[in-house]
């Protein structure tokens, strides 16, 4: 009795987090549908949400009629999606470099090293954490404006590599290093330096994949930052190439979505593993 009511909880729980993943990923799923329906069938189903009329709703998953041609309109006759593409590759690879340049030796000296004020810097680094982008907004206009760094890629670059996100998350990940073990080190003559590179960085790796996965998904998802410090169009990332979509591109719109979430979804896939145990490194206590 006790096996037949192990199997029957586990098959609820099965199906409870089957239902719950479906409802999740049905969005994109009808996204990726309509990304390659024509023109005529997707106003067809999707005519009151497109504004266009009061028709009802007809989602589906699959096109009755498959088509390419949104694809090619966006990879072949929309330059500007590719000039925005890069943008995006401009301003957020050099700022995830920035985050782990700067984040990963303040992680190190916060998790490994006692110095008087740590508590309040500690303290600090939460607060900015909490807070969102908005109640700093005018501050960091201000700051980049007396810099000359507005209208610039470094206006995106610089305040993301400052984020305090990714040193909270690595600081959580070197604590999970075995103090015996950076004893043991100490006692073979290694220095600081080559304790964080040779033990540090390699143990501390999986928090490290957790904090630039999740920048990459901030930066490159980013709408406020780029529309407050960004006046020239030429240097808009391409979070902002879905709002200026009319009507009648609405299938291009679906298929610049899909080719949008593709690169963090494939990140996050390569990084899952990774990320699992940076989350599971925050309980470890030696």
Not at 126 to 141: H, K, R
Request: with cysteine; glycine share 8%.
């Amino acid at each position: 009795m006790g096996n037949m009511a192990q199997t029957a909880k586990g098959r609820i729980q099965f199906f409870i987090l089957a239902a719950a993943s479906f409802l999740t990923c049905f969005p994109v799923l009808l996204m990726a549908g309509a990304s390659f329906m024509p023109e005529d069938e997707l106003a067809w189903r999707y005519l009151s949400p497109l504004g266009m009329g009061k028709a009802p709703v007809r989602a589906s998953m699959l096109p009755a009629y498959p088509s390419l041609e949104a694809l090619i309109e966006l990879l072949l006759r929309s330059p500007g999606f590719f000039v925005m593409f890069w943008n995006s590759c401009i301003q957020v690879f050099p700022m995830l470099f920035g985050q782990f340049l700067i984040g990963a030796p303040a992680a190190w000296a916060l998790a490994r090293f006692s110095f008087p004020g740590k508590r309040v810097l500690s303290c600090l680094y939460l607060l900015l954490l909490v807070l969102p982008f908005q109640v700093v907004q005018v501050s960091n206009y201000l700051v980049l404006g007396r810099m000359g760094l507005l209208d610039t890629h470094l206006a995106m670059i610089l305040p993301g590599a400052w984020s305090t996100f990714p040193v909270y998350i690595m600081a959580r990940s070197f604590e999970a290093v075995p103090r015996s073990l950076l004893e043991a080190a100490y006692l073979d003559g290694a220095g600081e330096a080559e304790t964080f590179f040779f033990i540090g960085l390699p143990i501390g790796y999986p928090g490290m994949v957790t904090a630039l996965v999740f920048g990459f998904m901030d930066g490159w998802n980013a709408l406020e930052q780029p529309m407050a410090y960004l006046r020239d169009l030429r240097l808009w990332p391409l979070s902002l190439y879905l709002p200026d979509i009319v009507q009648d591109k609405a299938a291009v719109a679906f298929a610049a979505g899909l080719i949008m979430m593709a690169p963090p979804v494939l990140l996050y896939l390569a990084g899952q593993g990774k990320m699992e145990q940076g989350v599971a490194a925050y309980g470890i206590k030696e």
